[in-house]
């Protein structure tokens, strides 16, 4: 194990502590985590290469254009083309990937490529001279002040260029990101102090279908910002961004996200995570958790996705995606355009606050679920992404063109690039959480642990501890609630394991010694999925992974689900192919991850007459 592994971690320093540590459990960093070689690693491979296409002079050509700086560029299509509103974001999106990358890394390539982005970024923000950094015209923002509309999203993009820069320092070291990160929070403080409060309430109003005055997670950053530096004047600014409407709901417990905007509003929730992270405001814990709870009973997919048509739809894209449902009414959302992938990335972050603050398996689960079932599935085989991914009988998946640069585009660039992302977790101490059963290696507090397995598609893992000398570390390893029991062997040794809840963890706590062997079972069967608000909609799960028909016709079962469950066999185990033979006709069935351009459906109805 190379030196840089085991020392990256030290790179960062940054210059103030959180102003409230809200929680001792943290994601183990990256810079400690490698992935093995598996279908995991080669997808992120497939998203490497995609960002490393990129002439990072093309990302460049609309700032500088905008600064009245020349750039002989070609400029870039699609959403980044230079007559767009969002023109600029998925830049954002690219220095956060290429400072993560670096991150786990090291590779002084990637390295050399941000800090080109982050210098030529500079020079832009220099020239325009009032701290704003954007492709699009300050004017934009005039608009939006004024009229309240009339432009696509100025904060939203913003957001993402102040995200990229926040990244870059942080994981990377780049100390110009941070002064131009502060020189953009500064402008946006000077602007939001010249506006009465009724206006910033107009200005942030975005509760219409497809609301183009979305202003992304400008109140997240800047509590992260605020976290940062300790400087209290980001502490007010970044409250000028929470709704009151959003909060007061949440934290009270009631149910108003049904015809929101779906990726408008998660990103709010959390940012109230952040806000308790930098304040320890219990109140806006108990928001974030209220929404949790709100979201997945009553508005999600099989999969821990959500979004889909609004149920008033008043424009051409609410018609069909983006917005929640009412409550328990997801049966009749089932058009081609649900699951918008920037929400699922979303509702990962929204699991890791939930995780960092309890340590509750509950959590972990659904971010395993997402993982497996709405992160790997929005990728093909040749690294292309969706935007929507829908779950209906019979449906397909529309990927995205390289070219287009939409907004799932970014976020799943940025997303792909770090794949081990929820894997780990520490309390800075002798507590390691294991999340995710996937090939990796890990080196942390003076131990390797290199973790060895096909699942999801089997269920053995095998962990193999090495250590210069005996060292005490608590393996908390997680144990889903689907797992048809779980069998912990140490050295030869079967651990007796108590569990108290259907989620939950194993915990072992030793000394561990050089070469120390944990072999994992988690069995488990297909089981069956049932739709909020219509049980004779139904899906299929085998252990971690969504089962989907392959086909083009659409399936119409009969009988009790849960009998129907027990027929469906596994045929090709190599493949992992699964038949199911029901009312005289014969389904092939594989995971949904392993599902392309091929017609599939993961949604079945139940009609028994």
């Given at each position: 194990m ?11 320093i940054?210059?103030?502590?959180a102003?409230?540590p809200?929680?001792e ?7 400690c985590v490698?992935?093995?070689?598996s279908?995991i690693k080669?997808r992120e491979?497939l998203?490497?290469a ?20 020349p750039?002989k560029a070609?400029p870039?299509g699609?959403?980044e083309?230079p007559n767009?509103?969002l023109r600029?974001?998925?830049v ?7 400072s993560?990358?670096?991150r786990?890394s090291?590779?002084?390539y ?14 832009c ?6 701290g ?9 923002f005039?608009?939006?002040?004024s009229?309240?509309?009339g432009v696509?999203?100025?904060y939203?993009?913003y957001h ?6 926040y990244?870059a ?8 990101a941070?002064e131009?990160?502060?020189r953009?929070?500064?402008y ?6 010249k ?5 910033i309430?107009k200005?942030?109003?975005t509760?219409?279908a497809n609301?183009?005055n ?6 997240e950053?800047?509590y ?5 530096t300790?400087n209290?004047t980001?502490l007010s600014?970044a ?10 709901a949440?934290?009270?417990?009631v149910d ?12 709010l929730?959390?940012?109230?995570a952040a806000?308790?992270?930098a304040t320890?405001?219990k109140v806006?814990?108990?928001?974030v ?13 099989v ?5 889909g048509?609004r ?14 449902s009412?409550p ?7 058009s081609?355009?649900?699951?918008e ?8 972050k929204?699991l890791?606050y ?12 659904a971010?395993?679920?997402l993982?497996y079932n ?5 990728q093909?085989?040749e690294g292309?992404y969706?935007?929507h ?15 287009d640069f939409?907004?799932?585009?970014g ?5 792909f690039?770090q794949?081990s ?7 800075g ?17 003076g ?8 699942f ?6 095998k962990?193999t501890?090495?250590?210069?000398s ?6 908390n390893l ?8 779980m069998?912990v062997i ?6 007796q394991a108590?569990?108290e ?12 010694n050089n ?11 297909v089981?069956v999925?049932r ?13 971690a992974y969504?089962?989907a028909?392959?086909?083009s016709r ?6 009790d ?8 066999v ?9 038949k ?10 594989r995971p ?18």
């Open positions: 190379s030196k840089r592994f085991n020392m990256l971690f030290c790179l960062v940054i210059p103030f502590m102003a409230f809200s929680s459990i943290k994601p183990l960093d990256s810079s490698r992935l093995s070689n279908p080669n491979s998203n490497m995609f960002i490393d296409s990129i002439d990072p002079d093309r990302l460049l050509h609309n700032f500088r254009i905008n600064a009245g700086l750039s070609q870039l699609g959403w083309a767009i509103g600029g974001h998925f954002g999106h690219y220095l956060s990937a290429l993560k990358r670096y786990s090291g590779d002084k990637v390295k050399k490529k941000l800090d080109y982005m982050v210098d030529a970024l500079k020079q923000q220099d020239k325009i001279g009032t704003c950094l954007t492709a699009f015209p300050e004017k934009d005039d608009t939006l002040e009229k309240f509309s696509w999203a100025p939203y993009t993402k260029m102040m995200q990229g820069l990244d320092y942080t994981l990377a070291g780049n100390k110009n941070y131009m990160l502060l953009m929070a500064s946006v403080a000077g602007r939001m102090d506006l009465d409060h009724m206006s309430v200005l942030l109003d509760t219409a609301p183009a979305e202003a992304g997670a400008m109140n950053i800047i992260k910002l605020y976290s940062l300790g209290k980001y600014l409250d000028k961004f929470d709704p009151e409407w959003l909060f007061k949440l934290s009270e417990n108003i996200l049904g015809g929101l905007h779906s990726n408008t509003h998660i990103v929730v959390n940012g109230f806000r308790y992270d320890g405001d806006y814990r108990d928001a958790m209220n929404f949790w709870d709100i979201l997945s009973q009553h508005h999600s997919y999969n821990g996705t959500s979004s048509p149920p008033n739809p008043t424009t051409k894209t609410s018609l069909t995606a983006e917005h929640w009412y328990d009414c997801l049966s009749s959302t089932f081609k355009e649900i699951a992938s920037c929400v699922t990335h979303n509702t990962r929204l890791a939930l995780f960092e603050w309890t340590g509750e398996a509950k959590y972990a689960e971010d395993m679920n993982f709405a992160v790997l599935p929005i093909s085989g292309d969706v935007y991914l829908p779950l209906g009988s019979p449906r397909q998946k529309k990927y995205l063109k390289k070219d939409m907004c799932c585009s976020s799943s660039a940025e997303a690039t794949l992302q929820g894997a780990y977790y520490h309390d101490r002798s507590n390691l959480w294991i999340n995710l059963y996937i090939p990796s290696e890990i080196n942390w507090n131990v390797s642990v290199r973790q060895s397995t096909d999801p598609y089997g269920q053995d893992i962990l501890i090495n250590s210069g005996p060292r005490q570390l608590r393996l997680l144990k889903p609630s689907w797992a048809e029991g069998t140490v050295n030869g040794d079967t651990v108590v569990v809840k259907e989620s939950d963890y194993v915990v072992i706590d030793r000394k561990w070469g120390d062997v944990v072999n994992i079972s988690i069995p488990s069967v089981r999925h739709l909020p608000g219509n049980d004779k909609v139904v899906a299929f799960l085998k252990g969504l089962l028909f392959e086909g659409e399936i119409v079962l009969k009988g689900p849960n009998e129907i469950a027990k027929h469906i596994i045929a090709d185990k190599s493949r992992q192919i699964y199911l033979s029901n009312d005289g006709v014969e389904y092939t069935l949904f991850f392993d599902i392309d351009r091929q017609s599939y459906s993961v949604y079945a109805t139940v009609r028994n007459f």
